[in-house]
């Protein structure tokens, strides 16, 4: 039984299993029914076949790099990440983890691809191109985390530790620790790099932090069960994943300011390039909701099955995103909402593919940071 099997039969899950959402990996073996939307288009669901679905796990002992690039996922369920190549949608190699990994980030120089293994109480550093581990670093309970936009600031929040630890992103040492209740989940900053902003999830609450000083600005209720965050035209989007809206909040004081209803679940929110819309994932409901990034009105709406959950975006326009109930990911066109899914491991949450951002190898290095970190047992 892992960390979080067991964090779920508190008396707080429980309820919130009760009212239909799901938040962890718990349950994902017996996904939910899920209620019909005003979808335009339904997923297919044909299946792309993995190797010739063989149960054994597809450890490779040489590191593939493909000319398509490659896609990142993580299997929260069976701790371990799923390489896929992007033009075949086959997966290439799967490398086993310790316990629970759920997000990634990328380095500000591009080296290294950052998954923090929750349950494991570490952060991985692979290569983007390979996959590769190149190092690892003791870090307590790294659920959501994120480099401040100047690069200064390596945030991560600790979901089950009831936590918020602030890094010095140069030298990995840890600056701050705030108490956080409860449950920090996902997290954004001020363009300025000033203010790192966090979901409280079992505290349906949005807390402000300054980072410099690692010390609390505000803490305002937004809604029930709140999950991503998103900065957008001077104003914090937050995904309200116990109901079926997005919140708009004014980033000075927490205060919400509009209620934008997507549907139920409604959980993270994605900008591609272009910034024109905006693609939000509704787990509950099994639907992704594009928005028009100026009026935040509805311009479409997809079927997605299975509990969508964070996305990425191919080189041909076309979305990945990831089906937490459904051990799978759907990859759709956009302009049409016609696509197809491909098998993953159980209860695939975050993504990336390495084809839109300009990588360099990283250093040939198997130890882990000489620094100073949060101990595990912290």
Do not use: C
Not at 249 to 273: C, E, M, S, Y
Not at 355 to 367: E, M, N, R, V, Y
């Amino acid at each position: 039984m892992t960390k979080l099997q067991a964090f779920a039969g508190a008396a707080l899950i429980g309820a919130m299993l009760g009212s239909g959402w799901l938040l962890r990996t718990a349950v994902i073996d017996t996904p939910p029914a899920i209620p019909g939307s005003m979808a335009e288009a339904a997923v297919a669901s044909a299946e792309t076949p993995l190797q010739a679905r063989g149960r054994e796990p597809l450890l490779a002992s040489a590191s593939p790099q493909t000319s398509s690039g490659m896609a990142f996922v993580i299997n929260s369920g069976e701790a371990s990440i799923s390489l896929v190549d992007v033009a075949t949608r086959i997966e290439l190699r799967r490398i086993p983890v310790l316990r629970e990994p759920h997000h990634m980030a990328l380095t500000p120089d591009h080296r290294f691809l950052i998954i923090g293994d929750t349950a494991a109480n570490e952060l991985l550093f692979l290569d983007p191109l390979t996959g590769d581990i190149a190092k690892r670093m003791p870090v307590s309970d790294p659920y959501q985390f994120g480099f401040s936009p100047d690069g200064k600031w390596f945030v991560v929040n600790g979901l089950l530790r009831n936590q918020i630890d602030i890094y010095d992103a140069a030298t990995m040492q840890l600056t701050s620790r705030i108490p956080a209740s409860g449950m920090p989940s996902h997290l954004n900053f001020s363009p300025d790099s000033k203010v790192a902003y966090v979901s409280l999830q079992s505290s349906n609450s949005l807390i402000a932090i300054d980072v410099a000083a690692g010390k609390p600005i505000w803490k305002a209720v937004v809604g029930p069960v709140p999950a991503g965050v998103l900065w957008h035209h001077g104003k914090l989007l937050v995904g309200i994943m116990g109901a079926d809206y997005i919140a708009m909040v004014d980033p000075a004081n927490g205060a919400v300011q509009r209620r934008i209803h997507t549907a139920k679940g409604a959980h993270v929110l994605f900008v591609p390039n272009d910034g024109k819309v905006i693609y939000a994932t509704n787990r509950v409901d099994g639907s992704v909701v594009v928005l028009d990034a100026d009026t935040l009105t509805e311009i479409r709406r997809f079927r997605v099955a299975g509990g969508p959950d964070d996305m990425d975006f191919a080189p041909d326009g076309k979305m990945w995103v990831t089906r937490r109930w459904a051990q799978s990911v759907a990859v759709i066109d956009p302009l049409t909402g016609v696509g197809q899914t491909f098998q993953t491991g159980r209860s695939p949450h975050g993504i990336w593919l390495n084809t839109h951002d300009k990588l360099i190898p990283a250093p040939a290095l198997t130890t882990h940071l000489g620094a100073t970190a949060a101990k595990p047992g912290a």
